[in-house]
């Protein structure tokens, strides 16, 4: 069973190459776009399942060149909402790929800890099969405390979709009298969106070469640095991503400097809607500004409260599913016992002796019996 | 990864040289390396830089050899699609105003290869202050087509664009039904937040309901929408004379900014009738289309602040400065773009 933690020893020219790139500042956010495995996987002669499967390997040893570049946070494009629209069969594959990645991290928490890993998801869980949404809250909350390094995986996420959410909220509150319309600012927004815990990507790497963002963190990457690069992204090497980190050293600079204006500008709104405070306003008092932040704090807190009702109510939901599945496998080993339930299936070359009431099933198992051969 | 015998060896013999030397020992060294590799590269870029700049322009352009030919071909039946909505953006630092002629001759290709809609980007608002003059330029450089800048919307959504295009030409003189029209939007980076922030407060005032359901597609039928106002067309440039000059000045509708600069009307072969129309003010309202493509001018690739929204599935492009995109170049985008696969998910 692969592990989301993969240590391995580097050759020595990796290990140099290291050390010379640390010297020069290192993004602190790095996001990823991984496109390819499709590709790869047809080169390969292979099923697109493989491709995936090939690709979150990638991923593993992506993560463990980061932590030694010194790169404490990850966000990767995993799924898309556009990717419903792929075959019913790939994405029921994609589901439960990442459904048992999800029961690996569960199961691997001590080891996550230890590393200090924190695991955050970003996107629309409601569009999520209902099993998947609770691994995810208990994957978030078994995570939430550890602080050394973030990985922000983007499931069911659209920019779009994080933008509109932003807005609704923003629009709500307005029209139920939360907040005022001049409170609106860009970092209320910002706050609003799915990535409010983290900062903005300072490098986003894109493989197999395509040179669009595909609604990929639009309004954070607004001032990134962007790498394109045409390798696969199975097939992608701590060279590739170390010459993504030395592109963005060269131009770093320039980076942090796009970014004090835009700071500048979104200081400029603050003040604008702080001065649209009126102090004769009632609900002010004499001091505007202070009022403006209570509500917009008041509004940040309910906001947060209300996603931490969520995934606390979704990890009660994965308890009783387990529970469930755990007296439904007792009944069916009784069932076995009894001489009632026959082997039905085939996995590749072996023989698998599988009690599965329902024939429909047989697919599911048969991945899972290739995820846990890989 | 170490993969053998040897390997592992070196692997043992780098960990005692650091035990040996100390690593704060070894830092300068690492440091001297930096700068090196750094200076390598940045003399490749003086000495060779219009090939950093085609390597990447061509890491964007270049695909496999049968995608190529494939493309090629599709350019050359027509069956390619162009893009309809470029954009340009200038990272902060490499737009000059002297550099307008290189800029109107880019969206002249632009215009003649098909593009009913152009975006022009700049953090610093330069080309927003010579706005007038590039719209003059264009006009000159493309006399039959005509020009309409886009600027942020009304309130009220006009539901028939093409009756008020129409509308437009019949303010024109000269103009007829096959007259083209080309939308120019001028951005800077508080375009973008000020407008999404606009369009939060719009729909506040919208019922509950209606917001509980909100979805991307909702949100994007009213950011998208865009005002056109101030009608910037010319005439066919007529040579100009001192008669026509003082009538201009003389004219009580001419615009106020022609006043104060005589000399610039004095310069500037326009016709009456084209000063008369620039005072009157056409508000209508169009759908903006999200940029195709995206050229930026900078040393890296980054959208550099352009309005987020538009970004979903637009294709970037990068180089350095803008007097390095030739016809060639151009045609070379052109091709590639007509033969990306846009999959959309699928």
New interface residues.
Partial sequence: MSSWLVT?????PE??AL??????PIPKHLALIMDGNRRYAKLHEQETFHGHIAGFKTLTYVLAWCRDLGITEVTSYAL???????SKEEVEGLLSLASNKFEEVLNEGENLAKHGVCIRIIGNLDLLPTYLRAQTAEVVLMTRNNTKCFLNLALAY????E??AA??E???A???GRLQ?TD???RL?EQCLYTAQSCHPDLVIRTS?E?????FL??Q????????T?VLWPELSIWHVLGAV??Y???HH??V??RK??KL?YDR?ELEADQACSPDDPECGCDGTKARKIRVERFIADLVERREKTYHALSTQLKEIKKQQQESCEQEQKSEASGRVRVIGECGERVVSVSVADPSLLKRVQQRMLLEAN | MLTSLSDVKAHKTVQRLLAYFRMDLLLPVFQLLYFVAHFLVSVLQAVYGTYMDVLQITHFLYQKLTHTVHAQEQYNEGKGKLPEHPAVVFLPGHYLAAQLPQLVSLMTAFVKAGAKQITLYDPAGKIEEQQDELLLCLTRSLPGSLFLLLQHPLEQINEEPQKEQAHARSLVKGATAQTPVVYVSIVNCDSGVRHLLNCVRKLARQPHSSLTNLSPHDLDSVLAVRQVSNIECHDEMSNYCSEETSRLVSNPSCNERYLKNPRRCAQSAVSCSFVEQKSLSCMHLVRQQDPDMMIVIGDYMSSGGFPPWGLRLTEFAQTSSLGRIDSAELQNLFRSYAGIEKRFGR
Avoid: M
């Fill in positions: 391995e020893k580097r050759s020595w290990w140099l050390q010379v790139l640390k010297v020069g898309s909402i556009e990717n419903f629209k792929r659209t920019s779009r979709d933008i509109t807005v609704r923003c629009a709500i307005i029209s139920e319309e609106i600012t860009p927004l070469g040179t669009r963002l595909s609604d639009l309004w990457s607004q001032f990134s640095c962007l790498f394109f045409k030395f592109h050293q060269r131009h320039t980076v400097a796009a204006q835009a500008l709104y």
